[in-house]
Each structure stands twice: as C-alpha cells, then as structure tokens.
C-alpha cells in the first residue's frame, strides 16, 4: 500500500517550509501530543524569522525560540506546565528577541475555527476586560490596544463583546498517533485544537508515531478525526513528540524534559543542546539512539499502553514503509 | 513548630473545602488540580470533574499530573474531546459550576496575573515595554475567570504576590470593584475565595474588595497582613480555620502520591 503521501521528514520540510511563513503546530498542551520532531528539523535546515502560532506552547516553540528561529508568536498558554516556565521562551521574550501576543486556550481554539470555516471574525466573551485585550506585542504602542480584539456590538442582546482575528497558517505541522499512508489519522488523548488547526491551515501535514492499515481507518471511521483529504503529506517518525507524551505510545520523559528546559535557559546550554539532540540526529535510528534503547521501550509501557491494543494489529512495519 | 502537614497540604484542603458534591467543576494543572481531586477522593465523590483540554472522568494515577495531557491523567478517563468543548461549551457557556486556577500574582479586587513581572513601580505605562520576566500566560484561567460560575484563587501568600493593583491583568476577577465586572456580561460570578499558604480571604458583597475571612492554626491575622500589598480588612466574622483532619489528610495524600505537596 505505501508509500501514498508518506515521504520523509527533511523532504516535509524542504517542500512545505519557508523563512518568515507563518508556522502552526505545538498540539496538545505542553506536555503531550506535539510535533518536535519537525521543529529540530526546521533549525536543522536553518528556517529563520517564523511567525509561529501555537495553541500551547511546547518543547518545540521553547527550542524554536531558544536558537532564535522565531520572530513572532501567539499563545494561549507559554510555560510547561509542572515543569516551570519555558526558559527559552521566555529569553527570547525578556531579551525582545520574539514579539509574544497573548490570547487564551480558548481564544486560540476559537481563532482557528474561525479561520476554518472562512469567519470574518469571531465573537468572544472570554478575554474582554482583560490586558489580553488591551495589551499588543505586535502594536506595543497602542495603549488600550484596539486592533488586536476589537469591541463590537452583538446586534441582539446590544452587549458589547469582543472580536477576534481568525487564524489561517501557511502550513501545520499535527502531531498525530497513527496515521495511514493517504493522510487519514487518529489521535489518541484529547486531540486539543487539532481539529480545527487541520481545517485552518493552508496547508497540512501530519507527523505520525506509527502508520496503520488503511483498514484500521474503516474499522474506525468516526476516530479519524483528521481525513486524508486535507492532509499534503505523512511523515512517519516514532516517539515524534519527545520528550513530551503521545498517550498510548508513550509517557512524558521526565529526566529529558528538565534536561532540556535547563539547557535552554542560556546560550551556552541551547548551542550545546543544538548540537547534541538536532544536529547529530538526522535519521530515525540516530534519534532513537539518543533518546536511549532502554528509556524507549521504558516509556513505551506507561499506564496508558492500553489505549493502542485495539489498534496494534495495524500497525505496519518500518520495512513496509520503505 | 511541628505540625503533621505543610501549609501547602492546608491550602489544597482549605481550597477542597470550597469545592461541593455534584459540582461541574474544572481544574488547573499543578496544585489546583491536586485541590480539586482532593475534594473528590474525601467528600464530593459527585463532583463532575474535566481538564480543559477535554479529558473527562478520569481521577490521576501515579501522583501529580506533569500536565493536563499527561499519561497521569489520560488512564482511565470515559471521553477525550477538545479545548473548545471542555472550555468553551462547557465553560465559557456559564454551565461550569467552579474552577480552581493559580495565581502569580493577584490583587484586592482577585485580578489575576500571570503573564509577566516588570521592573520599576510594577506599571506597564503606555507603551507595551520588555517584562523583567514573562511568565507563562493565561492559559485557560481567563476562560475559566469570565465563564465559571465561581473561581477559586490558589496563591503563595507574600508581599510582592498580593498587591494593590496587579501589572497586568490575565484573568479577570472584579477588574475596578464595584460592579466593574458586570459592564461585560461575563456568565461567571468572579472569585468566590483568594486561598492561600496563610489564610483565606473573600470579597465584600458590594465594594468587592478582598478581605480576610479565616486564618490557620500556623499563621494570624497580623502575619497575613504583613504579607499582604494592600490595606487588608478583616471581615466580620473572620476566624481561624479547622485544621485537616485526618480523614482529610490521607485523602489528599491518595491524591498527591508523588509528595508534590509536602515539599517544604
């Protein structure tokens, strides 16, 4: 059946990426579903100047922003949760590196929905009445900010409300758990915002810790929350979203998730950091090496394993991939 | 002082407390979290419980969740959805009973900020300048701020937290007091209770001003004014909170198995 819209994770980002293009990914809150494994190829290929929309952020934007590849981003959520504040992030940040425009996790859900389905704008109760409103890091000198979620009138109730700007990124890059070689893909877990990210994007493609049967899909149909129809292309990369979790694959690699963090609080450790998990580790059994033969079959056997039993029996070989 | 529990352990109880059977209730990650299955595993069994990204009837395995997508959390839960179902449909439609969020900051009106810290006198100006340290963002705590029916304010009670007017405001609670928060419409009611490492304090029915409502057996009123960045009044009424009891005790530490709690 391969190889469909399956191509390799460099070919992915030669073809669909470019310098200053507006970059969504960053899936699943900060500690789950993500698409890391796309940004290390971003800086491996030296994209620069991205204006990046991530629902949450992640590992991805904290490297992202920690090797200076972004210049604008927009968030509903910036840290890590239980493992701090992104410091790479954050340096990027304090030091005027990357123009931050705060929203919500709703907001940015609702901001891509509206660009799914072609809104103007989206109406918004959440974020009025707040700095999220008043407060513009792409127009800092607008003091109450009045572009950013302007205030408009319900034509009802005669309430006044807000307006936010839909979202409509050049490209996403989705993290997904199984996808089959025509792009229709499942996520397990809550799949966050990754439903309307698919349909706002431009241009999509998924990145899939295993690749399963096209029977897999009909066996499931109301599963496949993500169609192949808009989806450009499938990248196959196992554990994708470490050091982060991917539910049923695998848990958060907590030692890895500090390590990274730390190293990405100066530029020493983020030069460092570069060199020995992006640079060094090109191809998957390079990355998996790094990551530790023992600690991937370890976090491959979580309190969430269960979840991909009734899927296993899909699941192709890397052989059959070729 | 000996005392068999941190006043971290007090103030997930105390916020525990808040939270009543049968609600429909949404949780924060970290120690709002860990509050709010507390309630659940001790006397609200009821309690409707969700993350904000959409996991539903799941109670934590193995100790604090890294994350509300974190495997921890992902084990044994009836439905997965999405962020704009879990706060949107049913947060920010006003049908969410109480949320639980924390607070870097937060002022006498339970203005909440959580986005950065600047230097100076703290103001931002006219112009949106550098934070000294940006922080992580509203997340979902502003959704859950304007949607749920009541919030509940977790923070570490000290001076440079609870402050007059906070920098910049992430979620809103009664913005200027009075009734400065009805001129939005929000479906939510504001803060109900500002729980702390020191105490608890709850909002004037008309100023909506923050005053002190209960003290720990640890800690006094004087202490909690000192730590305090406003003139706190003292309500009519205030007294020392109950202690855990012991039921309550190793309820919480079911919840918290891996001691996040318990670190001094």
């Known amino acids: ?322 | 002082m000996t005392r068999p529990y941190t006043r971290q352990e007090m103030m997930a109880i105390a916020t525990g407390r808040e939270i009543r059977d049968g609600e429909l209730a949404i949780f924060g990650v970290g120690l709002s979290m860990l509050a709010g299955y507390f309630a659940q595993a001790h006397h609200a069994p009821n309690v409707r419980a969700m993350t904000e990204g959409g996991v539903y009837g799941a109670t934590p395995v193995g100790g604090l969740p890294w994350g509300i997508e974190c495997n921890r959390i992902s084990a044994n839960a009836t439905s997965f959805t999405s962020a704009l179902d879990a706060l949107g449909c049913l947060v920010a439609s006003g049908r969410c009973d109480v949320g639980v969020i924390g607070a870097a900051q937060v002022d006498k009106f339970g203005n909440v900020n959580t986005t950065g810290i600047w230097d100076g006198d703290g103001e931002i100006g006219g112009t949106y300048r550098l934070p000294k340290t940006r922080l992580n963002g509203a997340g979902g705590a502003n959704d859950i701020a304007c949607g749920a029916g009541r919030v509940i304010i977790m923070a570490a009670h000290e001076p440079k937290r609870f402050a007059e007017r906070v920098s910049y405001i992430s979620s809103p609670g009664y913005l200027d007091g009075g009734e400065a928060r009805a001129r939005h419409g929000f479906p939510g009611g504001g803060p109900s209770a500002i729980v702390t490492t020191l105490g608890i304090l709850r909002p004037h029915p008309e100023s909506k001003e923050f005053e002190l409502d209960g003290w720990y057996a640890f800690s006094s009123p004087q202490e909690i004014r000192a730590n305090t960045g406003w003139a706190l009044k003292v309500a009519p009424g205030a007294a020392v909170v109950p202690e855990p009891s012991a039921e309550e005790l190793a309820a919480l530490r079911r919840v918290d198995e891996t001691g996040a709690l318990r670190k001094q």
Request: net charge negative.
């Open chain 1, 1 to 322: 059946m391969p190889p469909g819209k399956l191509i390799s994770l460099a070919d992915a980002v030669r073809r669909l990426t470019w310098d200053g293009m507006e970059y969504a990914s960053g899936a699943a809150l900060p500690i789950g579903s993500d698409a890391i494994v796309f940004g290390r190829e971003l800086l491996r290929q030296g994209r620069r100047d991205l204006h990046a929309i991530f629902h949450c952020n992640s590992q991805q934007l904290n490297l992202l922003a920690a090797a200076g590849a972004v210049s604008r981003a927009e968030c509903g959520f910036s840290g890590l949760e239980v493992f701090g504040f992104a410091n790479g992030l954050r340096r990027a940040v304090e030091s005027g590196k990357l123009a931050l425009e705060d929203y919500s996790n709703l907001s940015m859900a609702l901001r891509l929905l509206g660009g799914a389905l072609g809104w103007p704008f989206v109406p918004a109760t959440v974020n009025i009445g707040s700095d999220i409103q008043d407060r513009s890091a792409f127009a800092p000198g607008e003091y109450p900010a009045r572009s950013k979620i302007p205030t408009v009138t319900d034509p009802f109730s005669g309430r006044e409300i807000g307006a936010l700007r839909p979202l409509t990124p050049d490209l996403a890059a989705i993290h997904v758990s199984l996808a089959d070689p025509l792009g229709n893909a499942i996520m397990l877990g809550t799949e966050w915002s990754r439903f309307e990210l698919s349909r706002a994007a431009k241009t999509v493609v998924v990145i899939a810790d295993a690749i399963v049967d096209t029977a897999c899909m009909r066996q499931f149909p109301n599963l496949v929350r993500i169609p192949d129809i808009v989806v450009e292309a499938v990248v196959w990369w196992p554990f994708a979203a470490w050091p982060q979790s991917s539910p049923g694959l695998y848990d958060v690699d907590e030692e890895h998730m500090v390590l990274m963090n730390k190293a990405l609080a100066t530029e020493a450790g983020t030069t460092a950091y570069l060199r020995d998990y992006v640079d060094s580790v090109g191809g998957i059994e390079s990355y998996l090496d790094r990551i530790g033969r023992d600690k991937v079959a370890a976090l491959s056997q979580g309190p969430t394993a269960f979840l991909l039993d009734p899927y296993r029996q899909w699941i192709l070989p890397p052989e059959a991939l070729a």
